[in-house]
């Protein structure tokens, strides 16, 4: 404690204003709960409540003995005033220190108590990480008589107070507000007045205060699930920490905290405690971030709060001085406040001033300096200024006083100097330093505020420097008294013709004039009806033997006559100078570029609007390519005219042109640019021009694209054709046409044409192209001659049910007729469909049957000439099985078979036959032979004891026969020597009803890959299996496999979805019953990492 060895005492005075800034009073439940098993008790002795009607003082005592400086303690009343900005008359704030016991002293003195300071007050103490508060009530009864509360002034008045030189003023009682309850007045209050009463009563922060109205109009129900809820809204400090506190009614339902909706996860600025039914929340190191909406949620239950996180107020650390000054002077009114770049308001008699561009008015913000200036002081700015801040106010006085202005008067006028300063303040008029007394000639006068200086008739003697002195010595005025003899006169000789200036815009003008005249005269510069100033950046200079008019940067809007006038008591002289600025023409309008070839174009322009005063020299021409940034120039010697062709640029480059007014003074700005254009050229002429055909009223003409086409591309084609004997060309075609065929109709038989072809892209029409020779309309008899394809001219064979679809081209001119015959006789067209074009015929079966082999014969007619040709189609079907089956001997381990072929080959030859062999108990028949050629064979290796089966298969090319023929009797398989008679037992029934060996599991699948779902099932018969998902038989369904494979059933799901999951049931049915097994699929994402889960 050796930084605080001695007493500190902190007693400010000011008038009371805690009515004024309160908000309401604070109830202990809304103060900002701490965390009490984290912070170090600070306080000795706590304040105690109260009941007063006078005078009271509230003292907490700090112990201080391990502190190394002073700890930081603040009052507060309710939740948000910080009572250190009230300190003043009637609120005292002292500070001490007690050295033999080690204890800081806090006193709060409230004098002459008001009703409305009663409420809620709370003292918070600081040391670094240690932190302790307490709260107290204030209770006010009674009424303080007003003698005590309005003084003169002067007891609680300091050395500083000048207040009692002030002339005294009746001043009316005004009767006492009552007490503001600020919440009930914005629940009253229009929306848009919010923001005035929040700085008014010192509440910073508006979301919060919007969404505490908001709350209070809800109806607050009890809670089952908490026993004790949230407090309405918390408050803490920038940086410190706040404790969330709710006791369940039942400490086993969970518990969840929630900061704007989202969930509050453990952390070291989160930290939960738990303390038998309380559930208290921690946050540490609060920012603005944390000022949000908070709730915890019990079941279905949510008690919700308020956080808000306060910035410090703003102090005024320097406040507003008084000031007095002349009309006509810069003034300066400045304050530091206790933060830099702070919202500070500013008032001139209770108005608030804003910093508008066209106001008088000015506010300058250097950090923590904030200053108000007017830069030409009036008379009207008389007034008191005030500063204001969330945490404090400061004002000062203003006082404009009146100068002495110089006079210039005749010998034997009457000289009357008037001075205007504070209300009966005296002072003393002096000459040339010494002291005037009132005389005869010399008459003093005063009258409230106005002091006169009278000479009635004026001599040689009375030139001189006048000054009034005030008593207080706080202004001096001056002014000059002269006379004169010379009328004043302007000296024009140096100016040019007219008296015309020229100047180059952007440049600084000083046109000095020198002028004479007794006493100095009066100089006046104007433009119509305009006052040029002696500031600005036109103004007016005057010196004793000269007057210069200043332009610093001239425009051209200052082009025109200036009038300068001289006047003094002799005369006047006047005269007009006209003042020309030139500057660089205006720039042309945008280039408008009217013609485009392969590497040049032609662009115009129009002069500009202004030629700046000078005549247009000639112009400069820039160009560039639209996706770049450089420009570059086209001609270095100036163009005449008004119109350019850029040459040597790229085709198909998009480009760009701008244009540069010249004059004498220098080049304009450039123009707007052109819309982009592209250097373009027409393609080369078509190429191959050739006749493909030609009929008794149609031309068709047949060609190749042009060699180079070029960045334009191609558009199109235009055909054109006249008559021979004529020069009129005839468009054959109205639009363009992409193909590179065209026929022209409408042409009479017999006639001769001639026939060119032109190629088309934004360049234009290319070259044509000339067919060398003329044509002859009449159409050319072409014998028929069908084309038959290679793999026709054998038999066609397809198998049943597929699709028959073939192409005969044939040639023959004109009008060939085709038809068509199977076996000799007309097809049915309601069975295959025939499709003839000038070039083709196509015969179309949708789905082939075996009645539609055999032999179809086309036929091609022109006039009387013919073409045949026969095409062989052969449907194909898989065979019938082959006729009886007989064994034909038995021995030892060998069979001998033989069988017939089959009666139905399927319209194609027997490839071959396959052989199996069953076992007479278990009937599961296995391959012997496969593609065997002959009608017998023999069977070997077959097992000693046992009897056999065989059936066979016939094969061709389409497959296997449907069904096979089997033996009638069986083969015994018997061992040499004696042979055992076997007893003769009764038939074991081996049928069994379904029954489900493994059942299905449930599985996770990923979306993307195949799933299975297995299980087995035993049963005789031979159960039937069926799949179904959800209740719904699987039929058909591509996306599904079954197998089924010594009892175990799978389902394999190919590449399944989201919407693939489900129930599956597997159900196997017999004669005997049946039975069913479910599980349940479920399709996750890509990866089982993602979902957390291993698949099963």
């Known amino acids: 404690m050796e930084g605080v060895k ?16 309160s908000i309401g009073d604070g109830a202990p439940e809304e103060t900002e709960k701490r965390d009490d098993s984290q912070r170090s008790t600070l306080f000795v002795e706590k304040p105690q409540s109260g009941s007063v009607s006078g005078n009271i003082t509230f003292i907490a005592k700090v112990e201080a003995k391990d502190l190394l400086r002073k700890p930081n303690v603040k009052w507060f009343k309710g939740k948000w005033m910080d009572l250190a900005s009230k300190a003043g008359k009637h609120l005292q704030l002292k500070e001490s220190f007690e050295r033999h016991t080690k204890v800081c002293l806090e006193n709060k003195t ?28 204030l209770e006010v009864t009674g009424k303080i008589p007003l003698a005590s509360v309005n003084g003169d002034g002067q007891d609680d008045a300091g050395e500083l107070d000048f207040s009692g030189l002030l002339k005294r003023r009746e001043v009316k009682q005004q009767e006492e507000e009552p007490e503001v309850d600020v919440w009930e007045l914005l629940k009253n209050a229009n929306p848009s007045e919010y923001e005035k009463i929040a700085f008014q009563y010192g509440i910073t922060d508006l979301r919060g205060m919007l969404k505490r109205l908001k709350r209070m109009r809800r109806e607050v129900k009890k809670s089952a699930a908490f026993a004790k809820g949230l407090d309405p809204a918390y408050q803490v400090d920038k940086g410190g920490k706040v404790r969330f506190m709710v006791e369940l009614a039942d400490p086993t339902v969970e518990l969840k905290w929630y900061k704007n909706g989202q969930e509050i996860r453990p952390s070291t600025k989160y930290i939960f405690e738990h303390k038998g039914n309380q559930r208290i929340l921690f946050i540490n190191n609060c920012t603005m971030t944390d000022d949000a909406r908070y709730y915890v949620t019990a079941g279905d239950e949510k008690c919700s709060t308020e956080l808000f ?7 005024v650390t320097k406040g507003l001085e008084d000031t007095n000054t002349y009309v006509g002077e810069r003034v300066e009114l400045s304050c530091e406040v206790s933060e830099d770049d702070a919202n500070v308001k500013w008032f001139k008699n209770g108005v608030e001033l804003t910093n508008e561009p066209k106001s008088r008015y000015r506010i300058k913000v250097e950090g923590k300096k904030h200053t108000l200036i007017i830069e030409e002081a009036a008379k009207n700015d008389s007034a008191t200024y005030s500063v204001m801040t969330t945490g404090g106010q400061s004002e000062a006085k203003l006082s404009i006083s009146l100068a002495l202005e110089d006079q210039t008067v005749r010998l034997g006028q009457e000289i009357h100097l008037k001075c205007e300063i504070s209300e009966n303040v005296q002072g003393k008029w002096y000459k040339n330093g010494q002291l005037v007394e009132a005389s005869d000639r010399v008459k003093l006068y005063h009258k409230g505020r106005i002091h006169r200086f009278i000479i009635a008739s004026a001599a040689v003697d009375d030139e001189g420097e006048y000054m009034f002195v005030p008593d207080s010595g706080s202004l001096r005025k001056i002014c000059t008294i002269s006379h004169f003899s010379d009328p004043p006169k302007l000296h024009l000789d140096g100016l040019g013709e007219n008296n015309t200036v020229t100047v180059v815009a952007g440049s600084k003008l000083r046109l000095e004039i020198p002028i004479t005249g007794e006493p100095t005269p009066k100089v006046m510069w104007s433009k119509g009806d305009k006052v040029c100033c002696y500031s600005g950046r036109i103004r007016a200079e005057t010196y004793p033997d000269s007057s210069c008019l200043v332009i610093d940067t001239a425009e051209r809007e200052d082009s025109g006559p200036f009038r300068i006038t001289l006047k003094n008591e002799a005369g006047e002289d006047t005269a007009l100078i006209n003042i020309k600025v030139v500057d660089v023409p205006d720039p042309p309008q945008a280039p408008n570029v009217t013609e485009v070839g392969e590497d040049w174009c032609v662009m115009t322009w129009e002069p500009p609007a202004n030629d700046g005063g000078s005549p247009i020299l000639g112009y ?36 760009e042109v701008r244009v540069f007014a010249v004059n004498a003074i220098g ?9 982009s254009f592209v250097p373009l050229a027409v393609t080369s002429p078509p190429t191959l021009l050739a006749v493909d055909g030609v009929t008794d009223t149609s031309v068709t003409m047949k060609w190749r694209p042009p060699d180079h086409i070029g960045a334009a591309g191609l558009d199109g084609y235009v055909v054109e054709y006249c008559f021979e004997g004529t020069d009129e060309w005839i468009v054959a075609n109205p639009e363009l046409t992409d193909k590179t065929r065209f026929t022209i109709n409408g042409l009479p038989t017999g006639s001769k044409i001639l026939v060119r072809v032109k190629a088309v892209n934004a360049a234009g029409e290319s070259e044509p192209r000339y067919h060398p020779q003329p044509i002859l309309v009449k159409e050319v ?79 091609v007619e022109v006039e009387n000439l013919v073409d045949k040709a026969t095409i062989d189609i052969q449907i194909v079907d898989r065979p019938g099985p082959p006729e009886i089956v007989t064994i034909e001997d038995v021995w030892g381990e060998n069979v001998n078979l033989s069988w017939k072929p089959p009666k139905d080959d399927g319209n194609a030859a027997i490839t071959g036959y396959t052989i199996q062999k069953a076992d007479k108990k278990s009937m599961e028949w296995f391959t012997v032979i496969e593609h065997y050629h002959r009608t017998s064979a023999t069977i070997n290796e077959l097992v000693i004891g046992n009897e056999y089966y065989f059936r066979i298969f016939a094969e061709n090319m389409c497959g296997l026969s449907e069904d096979a023929t089997m033996t009638k009797e069986s083969a015994l398989i018997a061992k040499d020597g004696k042979v055992y008679k076997y007893p003769v037992y009764d038939d074991f029934d081996f049928s069994e009803r379904p029954l489900f060996t493994q059942p299905l599991i449930n599985t996770y699948a990923v979306a993307g890959y195949n ?24 039929m058909n369904d591509p996306r599904y496999r079954m197998f089924s494979n010594q009892g175990v059933c799978t389902l394999e799901i190919r590449k399944p979805s989201p919407y693939d999951g489900g129930t599956y049931s597997c159900r196997a049915v017999n004669e005997l019953g049946e039975a069913e097994v479910d599980c349940k699929l479920e399709v996750k994402g890509k990866s089982f990492k993602s979902f957390g889960m291993v698949p099963q």
């Open 6 to 21: 001695h007493a500190q005492i902190i007693d400010i005075s000011l008038s009371p204003c805690i009515s004024v800034w």
């Open 110 to 137: 409230f004098n002459f108590s008001k009703e409305n300071y009663a409420g809620n007050y709370r003292c918070e103490v600081s040391y670094k990480d240690k932190f302790d508060s307490c709260s107290f009530d």
């Open 309 to 315: 996180v306060r910035d410090p107020p703003i102090l």
């Open 620 to 655: 400069f021409i820039e160009r560039k390519k639209k996706q770049s940034s450089r420009w570059m120039r086209l001609n270095f010697e100036l163009c005449k005219e008004t119109t350019f062709e850029p040459k040597k640029m790229i085709e198909g480059v998009a480009y």
């Open 667 to 675: 080049i304009s700005k450039p123009s707007m640019p052109s819309k």
């Open 781 to 859: 008899v072409e014998p028929p001659k069908i084309r038959l394809p290679r793999h026709l001219k054998q038999t066609y064979t397809r198998r049943v049910g597929e699709t028959v679809n073939l192409v005969i081209p044939f040639q023959g001119r004109p009008r060939a007729k085709v038809s068509w015959q199977k076996n000799g006789s007309p097809i049915d067209k309601n069975q295959i469909n025939i499709r003839n074009t000038e070039n083709d015929t196509i015969i179309f079966i949708r789905k082939a049957e075996r009645s539609h082999s055999g032999e179809y014969d086309m036929k």
């Open 1011 to 1034: 799933a299975t779902l297995n299980c087995s099932v035993r049963g005789n018969p031979k159960p039937k299996i069926t799949w179904l998902k959800n209740k719904v038989i699987i």
